[in-house]
């Protein structure tokens, strides 16, 4: 089963600075499978990018991510306040299993 | 709108069971593949069970396999996760999530339902 680390634990940043998230997995991963999700308190996830690097609708141009193989990044270019949450990897392996990664929370400095 | 709306948790004992449902409404429910997620309390996210469109083709995480059933009733636009055998880690709120057909993301999730195992 792939693992996937994700790092920082948690960044602390100001509202208008750059979020970068690494998400690292334990093998190569397929980019057509690799996602992220946002999740606030109390909130179900929401789907950002899927395929590594593909807006899900209605995310904003300011999340982007990158990557392939064993590193994975979303970038945040500009934090607005309510971007501020815990952000989480996923990947499909062609096994029939999903894995996250254990989540990077993005907080107010 | 687009919507899943999970029900049937609640407070049950090791050794239990319970039956978790999600209705699925504003989307053709039999076109999509369906998961269940859950998320123990303080912590991330952990995929438990796939079924596909059609109910044919059904995987499990490891650590549910012989204990969870996942099923679906395209007729009735539904979504079901028998649990037995509940134990104290299944402690958790369970999300359904519907299959995003791009990249096997989740593209719409429930707003979830909490179970407790607790004697």
């Known amino acids: 089963e792939i693992v996937l680390t994700q790092s920082p634990g948690t960044l602390s940043l100001s509202p208008g600075e750059r979020a970068t998230l690494s998400c690292r997995a334990s093998?190569?991963?397929?980019?057509?499978?690799l996602a992220w999700y946002q999740q606030k308190p109390g909130q179900a996830p929401r789907l950002l990018i899927y395929?590594?690097?593909s807006r899900a609708t209605g995310i904003p141009d300011r999340f982007s991510g990158s990557g392939s193989g064993t590193d994975f990044t979303l970038t945040i270019s500009r934090l607005e306040p309510e971007d501020f949450a815990v952000y989480y990897c996923?990947?499909?392996?062609?096994?029939?299993?999903?894995?996250f990664g254990q989540g990077t929370k993005v907080e107010i400095k | 709108q687009v919507q899943l709306v999970e029900s049937g948790g609640g407070l049950v004992k090791p050794g239990g069971s319970l039956r978790l449902s999600c209705a699925a409404s504003g989307f053709t429910f039999s076109d999509y593949y369906m998961s269940w997620i859950r998320q123990a309390p303080g912590k991330g996210l952990e995929w438990v069970s796939y079924?596909?469109?059609?109910?044919?083709?059904?995987y499990y995480a490891d650590s549910v396999k012989g204990r969870f059933t996942i099923s679906r009733d395209n007729a009735k636009n539904s979504l079901y996760l028998q649990m037995n055998s509940l134990r104290a880690e299944d402690t958790a709120v369970y999300y359904c999530?519907?299959?995003?057909?791009?990249?096997?993301?989740?593209?719409?999730w429930g707003q979830g339902t909490m179970v407790t195992v607790s004697s």
């Open positions: 996923q990947q499909y392996g062609s096994t029939g299993v999903w894995t």
């Open positions: 999530a519907r299959g995003y057909p791009v990249g096997d993301a989740f593209d719409i």
């Open positions: 079924i596909s469109s059609s109910g044919s083709t059904i």
């Open positions: 395929g590594a690097s």
């Open positions: 093998q190569s991963v397929s980019s057509s499978y």
